[in-house]
């Protein structure tokens, strides 16, 4: 069997170097997805005239088109719309890109979320004297968001994962080293598989941090 065991652990320190440009993508990306999601979740919640059916075309663009063209699109496509925003460079197009989409998707993991605490406990507040906001953000909110823990980190995950992309507009990130290698001593095997297992452990770590969150937002409840 022709596997270089030495490369590929050597292989090993170099796609390290990379990997917090890979988690500075995966963690603005989710930040600004978490906030859009919840915005448009609130918005196709409240069915509001004109506003609601927007966000519905929104979100069903960025769930009907693949993430690579997505990232093409704002990379090469807004500078050319609009020359003013050609200071968008290869890693903030990324980061729209990634943002874009995945708060598409989570905006229907918020609305599920809000739907399934029970309305009652919304008219119990109001009931009490809370304004509707005041309901939402001590009573509906607190429950929604333990509900939606599983379904955010998994998307996280993905989304960490969807950072690979980012080699196609130039970032140097952990997948783009490990293509180089590979293109480098033909050793494509070794050099994809040390990649796999760096975005393996990165998995793993973020699952049991979910896994502790989970935990922890679970304990009022039991």
Do not use: C
């Not at 069997?1 to 590929?8: A, E, T």
């Not at 690579?68 to 968008?88: A, D, E």
């Not at 890693?91 to 399934?116: K, P, Q, W």
């Amino acid at each position: 069997m022709n596997f270089d065991l030495k490369y590929m652990l050597e292989l090993f320190p170099q796609l390290l170097k990379y990997v917090h440009l890979t988690l500075i993508m995966a963690l603005i990306a989710m930040f600004f997805a978490i906030i859009l999601g919840l915005i448009l979740a609130v918005i196709t919640k409240s069915k509001i005239k004109i506003i609601s059916p927007l966000a519905n075309l929104y979100i069903s663009f960025f769930r009907g088109t693949p993430t690579l063209v997505q990232i093409f699109l704002f990379y090469f496509g807004l500078p050319q719309l609009f020359p003013s925003m050609s200071f968008i460079n290869a890693f903030t197009a990324v980061i729209i890109g990634l943002s874009f989409r995945n708060a598409a998707y989570l905006s229907e993991v918020f609305r599920a979320a809000i739907t399934s605490v029970d309305s009652g406990q919304l008219e119990a507040g109001l009931s009490v004297g809370m304004s509707k906001w005041q309901t939402m953000r001590r009573i509906v909110l607190p429950q929604a968001t333990r509900i939606a823990i599983p379904s955010t980190g998994n998307f996280f995950i993905i989304l960490v994962k969807e950072t690979s992309l980012a080699f196609t507009v130039g970032v140097a990130e952990i997948f783009a080293q490990a293509k180089m290698s590979a293109a480098a001593t033909y050793k494509f095997f070794e050099s994809f598989l040390a990649v796999a297992l760096v975005y393996w452990v990165i998995t793993v770590i973020f699952t049991m941090i979910q896994s502790k969150i989970e935990v922890k937002l679970s304990k009022p409840y039991r």
